[in-house]
């Protein structure tokens, strides 16, 4: 291995101070005994007993959950669909399609999607919120899938065909295996936009849906208590845990090659 | 993929499915006890669905764009006057509502909802002073005048101990009535002197705060703020059970101050209107309405609930003013385009300036 100067481990350590620090204090503050939270007075495990009795925040967390899941499936199925025809068929129209959503502002599409869905008399519910999620989490996966692609030899699926596989079974056997970090890693990203989005989510709620995000935020107003703390840690450690299940499956993930 | 339509067409058909008798709430939240809610839901053989907004002004963009699916919204006066103004409420059948009577007669038929068509009051705050006795009381400062809060002979002694509501709206509405003017003044040249005021004082606050004022006053790293009576009351009994050694005190202003009065109202859409009026009723009894007080310390119009009310809480000025005080107390109404556009450039000013 190479000796790299120290100022730039320095600099590396900041930054990852910079990220993880935040995220340490939110977890060390949720054992705190104090429904103020302000300052560290003992250690105690009852926000976690709180929140498990807690029916709203439960239920919050729940449909945040549900909401992510199918968030992350369909759209990483249609956002690998999108990534693929972009990169084959470099159609730019397709591009713009699939990329706008990411690139207007939450706020104005979270009410155009409310409208939309008032115009069609859809109700608001889960559902809409999922659509809307899967709407904007499309094109970030294709963004991933695409890159992904370029990274590809080409003669590979050219080789399959020529030894006799319908574009199916090459796509299935050739194409996706060796997309598939990128996939993964789409579904990954899909899920936490889905699960920590609020503008967009907001709008398209219906009456009695309540998110996570949504549920926070609305406590805002009244002091926030430890149980946010509770309920941010166990979000981090089923997003940690997902990250170590998807890496299980591809083992490049989390390895640079 | 098989697998997949099927969840998706299970998750659209479990949503209507679950319909049985809900009201749906929308609502600040903890803003109604939760004891209330199940003792509604016994009454009614129903299930209150609540959901929750943070802002008048959210309530008031998600409703205008169409939202719908909720039979009670809980606004504030001016957003009732505005989803009056937009259509967006049904009109109320006094019939199923006997507990009306419960209300203090000066807090119906207000001008923004003339003859409450529409709209029957809920709860109350005021936008008063709240402070650290302990040290306030050492440095000899004054508690019942605005003064304190805008004067530099006085903010100088407190310097980055202070913090304002970040709202235009009420914090114009606290230099005004210093000043001596309305609350609702729309002379441009009085807002010119109360924005002065105010650029005079802001080096002294520690901060523009709507938020976490109520934590910083109860670890006692600010001693005196502008803020709500139910956020001071809450900062008291965080510093109660927190065993500080200072209490969290109202300070009247004899100058006066604004009162927001929060309605229940039934919007036009609702699933339920039925169910909407039987809530009206049963939140208009004394003694559930007497819940939220003693939960959260806001003020009650219901005159019924007062028996009911925890005799610390009733004899509070800054939660039931008193006549004279009630007197000096205004409502913020809406501003027009042209007004507001004017009050924007000079918030900004007032934000941006050093």
Sequence with gaps: ?257 | MKRLALLLASLLVAIPAAAKDQLHLYNWNNYIAPETVKRFEDFCKCEVVQTYYSDNEELLAKLAAGAKGYDILVPTSNAVQALIKGGQLKPIDKAPLPNLKNIDPAYLNTAFDPGNKYSVPYAMSLTVIGYNDRKIKELGLPTDTWAVVFEPKYLEKIKGRVTVLDSSSELFAAALKYLGYSANDVDEAHWKQAADLIKKAKPYWAAFNASSYIKELTVGNIWLVHGYSNDIFQANLDAEAAKRPFHIVHGLPKEGAVLAVDNMVIHKDAPRPDLAHKFMNFMLEGKNSAELTNLIGSGNPNMDALQYIKPEIRKNPAIFPDKAMASKLEQLKDLTTAQRRVRNRMWTEIKAGR
């Design chain 1, 1 to 257: 291995m190479r000796r790299r100067p120290v100022a730039l481990w320095a600099a590396a350590a900041a930054g990852y101070a910079f990220l993880y620090v935040p995220l340490i204090i939110v977890v060390v503050y949720s054992f705190n005994n104090s429904r103020l939270n302000a300052e560290w007075v003992g250690f105690t495990l009852d926000w976690y007993d709180k929140l498990f009795h807690n029916q709203e925040m439960l239920a919050a967390a729940g449909n945040s959950l549900i909401i992510a899941l199918v968030t992350s499936l369909v759209s990483t199925v249609l956002g690998t669909m999108a990534g693929v025809a972009m990169y084959r068929h470099k159609m730019r129209l397709l591009s713009v399609l699939v990329l706008a959503p990411i690139a207007i502002p939450e706020i104005l599409m979270g009410v155009s999607l409310l409208i939309f869905f008032v115009l069609l008399n859809f109700t608001l519910g889960l559902a809409s919120v999922a659509l809307a999620h899967i709407a904007f989490c499309i094109g970030f996966v294709a963004i991933v899938v695409r890159a992904r692609l370029a990274g590809m030899d080409e003669s590979l699926t050219e080789a399959a065909r020529d030894c006799g596989a319908t574009p199916w079974e090459a796509f299935r056997h050739v194409t996706l295996p060796l997309i598939m970090p990128g996939v993964i890693a789409g579904a990954l990203m899909a899920f936490t936009l889905s699960i920590d989005d609020f503008v967009i989510t907001f709008f398209t709620a219906g009456a009695g849906t309540v998110t996570l995000p949504l549920q926070i935020y609305s406590m805002i107003k009244i002091a926030v208590t430890p149980e946010v703390n509770a309920v941010s840690t166990l979000l981090m450690l089923l997003t940690l845990a997902l990250i170590v299940v998807a890496s299980r499956f591809t083992p490049s993930l989390l390895r640079s090659d």
